[in-house]
């Protein structure tokens, strides 16, 4: 399984390839999608944006969601990383632009 995230709607997919991902961008959209940037990434521990669950947001740096979000909760009940804070992703340097129904149009190779 593999992570997409869709550059236009701000949504992360979970799906085995792009064209997978695809298909439920279709069914979410009612193919209104077309030009959407398709960018495939991978799960990191070291660095890259964290995904909030509740929020449904990327979230960039150390502290956001104590300072910012009302539904912050502690993994520990006292302080620290939230536990709707659930993954740490990085662009693989794969995307793919939709061109179509079922289409897409690889704009980008493996950079890292």
Same mark, same amino acid.
């Given at each position: 399984?593999?992570?997409?995230?869709?550059? =236009? $709607?701000? =949504? /992360?997919?979970?799906?085995? $390839?792009?064209?997978?991902?695809? =298909?439920?961008?279709?069914?979410?959209? $009612?193919?209104?999608?077309?030009?959407?940037? #398709?960018?495939?990434?991978?799960?990191?521990?070291?660095?890259?944006?964290?995904?909030?669950?509740?929020? *449904?947001?990327?979230?960039?740096?150390?502290?956001?969601?104590?300072? *910012?979000? #009302?539904?912050?909760?502690?993994?520990?009940?006292?302080?620290?990383?939230?536990?709707?804070?659930?993954?740490?992703? #990085?662009?693989?340097?794969?995307?793919?632009? #939709?061109?179509?129904? $079922?289409?897409?149009?690889? /704009?980008?190779?493996?950079?890292?």
């Amino acid at each position: 399984m593999k992570y997409y995230y869709g550059m =236009e $709607d701000q =949504e /992360i997919y979970t799906a085995d $390839d792009p064209y997978t991902a695809l =298909e439920e961008i279709e069914n979410e959209y $009612d193919n209104d999608m077309l030009g959407m940037i #398709i960018v495939e990434m991978k799960s990191s521990k070291k660095s890259g944006v964290r995904w909030c669950s509740i929020q *449904n947001i990327f979230i960039e740096g150390i502290g956001w969601c104590g300072k *910012n979000c #009302i539904d912050y909760k502690p993994r520990n009940r006292k302080s620290g990383i939230c536990k709707y804070i659930e993954w740490s992703l #990085i662009e693989t340097g794969r995307k793919w632009k #939709i061109t179509g129904k $079922d289409k897409l149009k690889k /704009i980008s190779g493996r950079i890292n």
